[in-house]
């Protein structure tokens, strides 16, 4: 009677803290089924994707689950459909897509964005494999959503994430897997895929996502967001030990960071092949923002590229 009473509180009002606390309580009792909850919370998301009580409980079930496939009795028992780590690879999966249909729902949506990144450390534990799925699966979101900052912002974690894993001496990108996840790959036997080194090319994405901000920037003319998220995507290519040699100090705060993505218009894209210290140099910068000022109708548009300019003289010297 208690589930059927807490579901209906919680489909008309999912922030109703004490019903999620009762739940709780049925699932650690063992009433409850944990996937149930996840359920209920992704019907309740459909009318309130921004409830922070429902990302909250999503979360504690999660950790739920994972304690459950953490135990080793339970992977030499055979009593799960998959091993632990597949199980593990499925539940991040569809928190994902759940994630995906609440931002869509609900503009800038911080708690969706919040939940996604606490999955990726949590559940995925930053795998490299992952983060490249997620900065290939969000491109396409984000340039649909233009204004939304969080998606962006999203973007920026999973390349800092990558960044973090770099190996400078080579300038590549180790995936270095968790000693949890180590130990549960073993015991579980998965694919000896997830426990494989993976290189990837650092300097390539950086420049894919400079070339994504380029595209949007030259599309969708005077949005603050792609301004912000390029200017940051700069900095991290010159904080990268991969790429710190290819490009010049870029420390980008404050109002700033609206102001350097009006460089890069079209002339980017006829670029994009150069090297990458060259389309990232002042002198590079500076004919990009004399062409943008000069052909743009833009009001936003024109105060960001003048704005980029005086940071540019400020912080460049130039």
Known sequence: ELIDITCTLLLLNPDFTTAWNVRKELILSGTLNPLKDLHLGKLALTKFPKSPETWIHRRWVLQQLIQENSLPSLATKGNLGAA?????????????????????????????????IWVLQHLAK?????????LSSTK?????????????????????????????????LVNEQSPNLQKEEESAGTE????????VDLPR??????????????NYPGHETLWC?????????????????????????????????QGYTQETKRLKRAPMQDSLGPEMEYRFIDKVLSTCRDVDQARFATAYRKWLVTFLGQ
């Not at 930053?126 to 997620?134: G, I, Q, R, S």
């Not at 233009?146 to 960044?163: A, C, K, M, P, T």
């Not at 420049?207 to 595209?215: A, P, V, W």
Request: aromatic share 6%.
């Open 126 to 134: 930053l795998t490299v494999k992952v983060l490249l799925d997620e």
């Open 229 to 261: 998220h390029s200017d940051e995507t700069l900095n991290n290519s010159h904080h990268s030990p991969a790429t710190s040699h290819m490009a010049q100090a870029m420390d980008v705060d404050g109002l700033n960071e609206s102001s350097s993505k």
């Open 84 to 116: 632990p780590v597949q199980r593990i690879h499925r539940l991040v999966q569809e928190e994902m897509n759940v994630c995906s249909e609440a931002a869509g729902r609900y503009p800038s949506n911080y708690n969706a964005w919040s939940h996604r």
């Open 140 to 172: 396409y979101w984000v340039s649909m959503h233009v204004s939304d900052h969080s998606g962006f912002h999203y973007r920026q974690f999973l390349l800092n994430s990558l960044i973090g894993r770099t190996v400078t001496d080579s300038n590549t």
């Open 205 to 218: 994405h950086l420049e894919e996502e400079m070339e994504l901000c380029t595209e949007l920037i030259d």
């Open 192 to 199: 000896a895929a997830c426990a494989e080194e993976q290189s």
